[in-house]
């Protein structure tokens, strides 16, 4: 691996994410508050592989992150040992992103929509009555016979480094040119020799588990979850909002994005709970026609250098 500013810069925001999980709970008591950061980072980390350095948004993110969290609950109900069923959860992940992979050949919207429609199927399987045998449905899934915070809350925390350390990796690497080759322009790419399909499934399945293994650890943590709660379609709203008020395709970009607007979320859900959806309606908007570059455009600018 290249040793460069990027790697060297993913190292010391590694640090920082450190400290703050495990010195935040001590100054401020709400360890629910801080793992929450650490998921929704890793999954915004996740979706900025595919979204931010190849331009294919996909609506339907979530999907990956609730699967994880009910793979895991599948294969503890099928008898599964703990491990085996985190393996489980993460090959059933790894069949859905294969079998999404087909609308690739969608272009823009109509390729987000796709997904968006992929989500919502798999959504209503998970809690359709049929499947009540394996996912108990829309009365929720629970995971309290391996309930271990203290546990989750650290590998969490670690998965959020290796996620970081692989994003610094990826964006310094030749794949990772690839891929922002193909965000350009798909036509240029393969006419520069980039094998486009089998370079933006990569991505897409390495973005795809990020967000099976966030969820997974997301239902270990909370110990019980619906349906609803892991297939929230306005968590993924909040997750892209996040990537955009950062930066897309930076590394710190959805790092700062979900630290400032999870912590106006709480605010907002707590003294405003009715205007939550409205505001980050608007801040989607107003990011896209204003500040598409997020706050990384704005440091880009003031520092006159690029950002990690």
Do not use: C
Not at 47 to 54: H, K, R, V
Not at 72 to 92: C, D, N, Q, S, W
Not at 152 to 176: D, E, N, P, Q
Not at 222 to 241: D, H, K, N, Q, R
């Amino acid at each position: 691996m290249k040793f460069d500013k990027n790697y060297l810069a993913a190292i010391i925001i590694s640090i920082i994410m450190i400290l703050v999980a495990f010195i935040g709970p001590k100054i401020y008591s709400n360890e629910a508050f801080f793992f929450n950061i650490i998921i929704l980072t890793t999954v915004a980390l996740g979706l900025n592989i595919i979204y931010g350095l190849t331009g294919y948004l996909p609506f339907g993110y979530m999907v990956f992150f609730g699967m994880g969290a009910y793979g895991v609950y599948i294969g503890i109900r099928l008898g599964l040992m703990p491990i085996e069923a985190f393996v489980f959860g993460f090959i059933l992940d790894l069949v859905l992103a294969l079998v999404l992979l087909p609308l690739f050949r969608l272009k823009s919207h109509y390729f987000a929509i796709a997904t968006l429609a992929a989500f919502e199927g798999i959504y209503y399987l998970v809690q359709s009555p049929d499947l009540s045998k394996f996912t108990n449905g829309a009365l929720g899934a629970s995971l309290v016979t391996i309930y271990n915070p203290n546990l989750t809350y650290i590998i969490a925390t670690v998965f959020l480094v290796f996620v970081i350390l692989l994003t610094s990796w990826i964006k310094s690497s030749r794949f990772g040119l690839s891929l922002r080759a193909i965000r350009d322009s798909v036509i240029s790419a393969y006419l520069d020799g980039v094998n486009v399909p089998i370079t933006r499934g990569a991505a897409w399945i390495i973005s795809a588990m990020i967000a099976s293994v966030a969820g997974a650890l997301y239902g270990w943590y909370s110990s019980f979850f619906y349906p609803e709660t892991v297939f929230a379609l306005t968590l993924g709203v909040y997750i892209i909002a996040f990537v955009l008020f950062g930066g897309l395709g930076t590394i710190i970009g959805p790092i700062i994005g979900t630290v400032i607007l999870y912590s106006i979320y709480q605010y907002f859900n707590i003294s405003y709970t009715y205007y939550v959806q409205l505001f980050f309606g608007i801040l989607l908007i107003l990011l896209i026609l204003f500040l598409p570059g997020g706050i990384a455009q704005i440091i880009k600018k003031f520092f006159k250098k690029s950002m990690p």
